[in-house]
Nanobody
Framework: QVQLVESGGGLVQAGGSLRLSCAASGTIFSINVMGWYRQAPGMQRELVAGMSAGGSTNYADSVKGRFTISRDNAKNTVYLQMNRLKPEDTAVYYC?????????????WGQGTQVTVSS
């Protein structure tokens, strides 16, 4: 079983920065992707950014150039540096991990951390 523990959310003014962290524990297969999703009230959960263990990244268009995902594989930790935050970035941010073995994928989610950007 895998557990994900997030930290770093909070309240910030527009234009400010926050850094989210997510530490994974348990047995994690070497082929994996860690990432961040967010869900605003009344909206569907959406991908913010993802990063494979090999270092490939992808970002939502709305955060490109402002957010940076990184990870420390030795610590099984993924980070999301969020700069130039906008009120529309307000959401609950969820850490995710997907790992793959023998043709199957296994999905895990963190408990979520609130990010609120005031105008």
């Amino acid at each position: 079983q895998v557990q994900l523990v997030e930290s770093g959310g909070g309240l910030v003014q527009a234009g400010g920065s926050l850094r989210l962290s997510c530490a994974a524990s348990g047995t994690i297969f070497s082929i994996n992707v860690m990432g961040w999703y967010r869900q605003a009230p009344g909206m569907q959960r959406e991908l913010v950014a993802g990063m494979s263990a090999g270092g490939s990244t992808n970002y939502a268009d709305s955060v490109k150039g402002r957010f940076t995902i990184s990870r420390d594989n030795a610590k099984n930790t993924v980070y999301l540096q969020m700069n130039r935050l906008k009120p529309e970035d307000t959401a609950v941010y969820y850490c995710s991990l997907v790992h793959y073995r023998l043709g199957r994928n296994y999905d895990y989610w963190g408990q979520g951390t609130q990010v609120t950007v005031s105008s």
